[in-house]
């Protein structure tokens, strides 16, 4: 490790590993030394090697090794309330969610939608109001972006006064980013003509509780899409199929899902989910009414609780951040709980509202560590700590009798992760 | 539509539809009419919103009424020769091939590898051979990066002398696009030591016919991978499970599946496939030894055979385009079979080595046309005519005796397709 220079305490090194690339990469950094030397003759022919493989399918799906990279469920079996499926962050890598591993909330399942038969209606205040079929939209000029959504009650765990020994799933599972495809929503309003005094609009879904989100007109014509495919192929069952709103940057809730109808209206329809479960209270007794943003964020995800590690050496603290207001600007990491820090690489291309994926070069002495990352966003943004964090916006006693009456929207400070002598992974507050 | 403005014979428009945004477009682009005018409360409360949806799973799947959005299988039965899997373009959208749809050329079926037993060894000419688990893998610096991977043999109907009656997946169906995820082989190179007398690698599949490839050692310090995650998630298993070499822009058979021992030497293997197979017949009689690059090319998705157009009006013609080169500069569309050409828009971000998908409106009159596309990319490389093409590559009688004696590989001339009055679209020269 000697050509690895050391730029923050307990053994974070620079960036430069991810910086250059090919032979100026192997000229600047050896001796990562974790690989067994061999006589390349004693390699096993395993049983694989020795007969043909199983035909290749229709539609390929993961190896059965990879069972266990699921989405974790909170209400499996469907009963009537609300579902949660959160994506496996430490098991998945890239900057991506691949859709079999999307998070999802439901508060009714996944209706199943006959695509020839659904129909998108724009009215209220429109000059003209509008059927669309999907294959209508389909002739549209489409447009493709990478996007996250991010549930306003993603990692609710954070305001625990107590820090909880669960997963990055389990925690910060209710974000994924895809690359989503379809028709700007300012496409369709214009054809419908806007009459000056609408001001928002309220999206419905198809589902049966027909989920309904207010969006200020502004925002509908800023970046807002419907979007009608999902990493390249149709929407998930559980992300919308055929079709869903997609709000760049803003709360999940408000990307609706199923959706079904656009009515512009002057004023915000003050729905259940908007009026109540998103409009957080705080400490002052006071609640925001809107709250919209998912603000500047990053987590690390490699090392996490689960993933215990092996010997002492190298290893590559990477992670994922992103933020409604632009492109991220800058990822520091600490490996000493937030003394001294090393600046990540981000990786290429970074791209607004999107995840970016950061890394950074560690060399584990076997000793305690507390990893923790710490984002900026090009608008200038930077992720509180937790206690400015929590002195805002309030925490929970642990354990929490009646989670509906606490704080548990849009936290957005940091993780601290700590690593034990045996390897083994724990949340702790630092 | 009179605010689009005709910049190409047929009807082809101006492609500021998808170069302004929000309120500008609303501005600029009115009246595609595709819409039915509807007063809002004839909307049908259709039976999947009168009551409660499946449950979310743990791992998410297409709608099933998504299942004809699939691969097409050569040899569904997986018997005892090459198994080809064709990526549908025409039924997807976007810039990249979700794993389910990822095309898959085997020889040998999909090895079922336990990741935990897998190796792969560097031998040869190097100071230290070396074996890696794949969790030491994980260890190492990773990166991230979109690319497509091409089969030489993509687009072999294109040599027929007839225009071959056949889908876009049937006929482009084994080049596919994906996010992947893994370690620099040059990082594993520099730890096992190149010795000086190295320029090449043979690289080797764990598949039960040992697939094998050589690899000039520049390349191979280039940007040359050993690819872990695709898409986010573990490799898929047609798709080389639990890791392969990537190697960016090269011939698909180069980016050996199921890795598991590269040997340098000192001279190219002349394994079977690159002695044979990939080793294309010209028209002199000579053949090419080698042909890495999967040179510029670009083809429409939509509209394209079995996608028949409904009313005359307004429609989006959008395809994909790529080169090994580098990034894609530029895409001509021509709806009068190569006459007059429009310029599309470059879906963002335009990336190096990867599927850049390009879109142009364009307003069918109801008559007979010809859409075509040519790419060209940042190197100043275009496109052939199909003319040029054949000229030098040769072209086969139909129907075809025997394809191995006829050549198949590299096509890259352009791919016209004919608009029939009845909407229908078929494969036609032009």
Redesign the interface.
Known sequence: MNDLEIVAGNGLLHRR??LT???A???A????????????Q??TD?A???????????????????KP?????S????E?RT?H?RTPHHL???????????F?I?H????????A???L?I??LVK?????TL??????????RMTFVECGGNSAAMFSNQPTQASVQAIHGLVSCA???GV?L??????AGIDPKATWLIAEG???L?LSRSVPIAKA???TMVA??Q????L????G??MRLLVPGWEGNLNVKWL??I?LTDQPGLSYYEARTYAPILPNGKAYQFYFLQEVKSFIT?PSPGLTL?AP????V?GIAYSASGRIAKVMVSADGGSTWAQAAL?E?V?SKAFT?F?V?WKWDGGPAVLQSRAWDEAGNVQPTRAQFVAQRGQTKTPVTNPAAFPSQHYNGPTSWAIQRTGEVTHVYS
Chains 1, 2 share one sequence.
């Open positions: 590993a991810f690339g090919g032979a990469l192997a000229a950094v050896t001796g990562y030394r974790l690989s067994d030397t061999v006589a390349a004693q390699l395993e694989w090697s020795t007969k043909p493989g199983v035909a290749i399918p229709e539609y390929g799906i993961p190896s059965s090794f990879e990279v699921s989405r974790t469920l209400n499996p079996k469907g009537p579902q499926a998945v890598n890239g900057t991506f969610t691949p859709n079999g591993l999307h999802v439901s009714s399942g996944a209706p199943d939608i006959d695509p038969k659904h129909r209606v009215h209220g003209k109001p509008l059927s669309f294959d209508a939209l389909g002739r549209y000029p489409m447009v493709s690359e989503w495809t700007m300012s496409t369709l309003l214009d054809e198809a589902d049966s027909a014509l800023d970046d009608l495919y990493n390249g192929e149709r998930n069952p559980g992300n199929y055929p079904r109808r009515k490699h092996g050496g190298f290893y590559e990477s990786q291309p791209l994926r890394r070069p």
